[in-house]
């Protein structure tokens, strides 16, 4: 990071809460707030979903990102304090994420891509459950999955959809990748797997005239799916910058023992 030893230049987007926008009023008084090419640093306040659009919004600039809750959850969040916060952010703990990147192919036969910090989910687009094919690196691992769909998450969104979807909470550094079933009929008690991050996995649609699929990356969501590949993409990263004392991974340890 270019401005180690200095003090960073700082800009600041927020979501459109009544919170988060007070807290731009309050740091814009503090502090000397730039546009964010032209900053150092994104300031992001808001909750998780504020985050994620903020991380996709400006991947082309390469900023680090550190986020300060102002929405409800903001498990990816640093506490909000708007005193030192250039100590704060100078003394920050950097996380690099890469994303997914979903390759899918419409029924039409047209292909498109999106990327997903999240995860990737794919899901009936119907009153019908989903009949799914699974293969991973080549290899099928599940011939027939029946069911509302698959999640495949990354560490970092492990504890979003994946977690509500009863998915395991992966550790940053694992290297590992979620597979995680959405309500489940065929097979009954698959509770899903963990692969490798850097397998391919391939989600074919097996009855595509009656049991249509949406995939989504994040919020990209796409409709009338026949086929969708999944696989890190290790060219695009982002740095999430995380208070030494609130690591994301500690985080992470400790969603584990929450009741």
């Known amino acids: 990071m270019s401005w180690l030893g200095?003090?960073?230049?700082?800009?600041?987007?927020?979501?459109?809460?009544?919170?988060a926008r007070a807290a731009v009023a309050e740091l814009a008084a503090r502090y000397d707030l730039v546009d964010p090419g032209d900053c150092d640093?994104?300031?992001?306040?808001?909750?998780?979903?504020?985050?994620?659009?903020t991380i996709h919004e400006h991947l082309q600039l390469g900023r680090p990102i550190f986020g300060m809750n102002r929405g409800t959850v903001g498990f990816l969040m640093n506490q909000y304090r708007p005193d030192d916060l250039l100590e704060?952010?100078?003394?920050?703990?950097?996380?690099?994420?890469h994303p997914l990147r979903m390759a899918a192919t419409y029924t039409d036969g047209r292909r498109t891509h999106a990327l997903a910090f999240n995860e990737v989910a794919v899901t009936r687009l119907s009153a019908h459950s989903a009949n799914l094919r699974l293969s991973i690196d080549g290899m099928e691992r599940m011939a027939k999955f029946v069911g509302d769909g698959l999640i495949v998450a990354t560490a970092a969104g492990s504890t979003a959809y994946n977690l509500s979807a009863h998915g395991p909470i992966i550790p940053l550094g694992s290297n590992l990748l979620a597979v995680t079933p959405v309500s489940?009929?065929?097979?009954?008690?698959?509770r899903g797997a963990l692969v490798p991050h850097t397998a391919e996995i391939v989600v074919e649609n097996l009855d595509a005239d009656k049991r249509p699929l949406a995939a989504t990356a994040?919020?990209?969501?796409?409709?009338?799916?026949?086929?969708?590949?999944?696989?890190?993409?290790?060219?695009?990263?982002?740095?999430l910058l995380f208070d030494a004392n609130h690591s994301l991974e500690e985080r992470i340890i400790?969603?584990?023992f929450l009741s």
């Open 184 to 190: 489940p009929f065929r097979p009954r008690r698959w």
């Open 6 to 19: 200095s003090k960073p230049r700082l800009a600041c987007v927020a979501s459109s809460s009544a919170p």
């Open 254 to 256: 400790a969603e584990q």
């Open 41 to 53: 640093v994104i300031v992001a306040l808001g909750g998780d979903g504020l985050l994620l659009h």
């Open 218 to 239: 994040d919020f990209h969501e796409l409709f009338h799916v026949v086929s969708v590949t999944i696989r890190e993409d290790t060219s695009t990263t982002v740095q």
């Open 88 to 97: 704060r952010v100078a003394a920050a703990t950097p996380i690099t994420v």
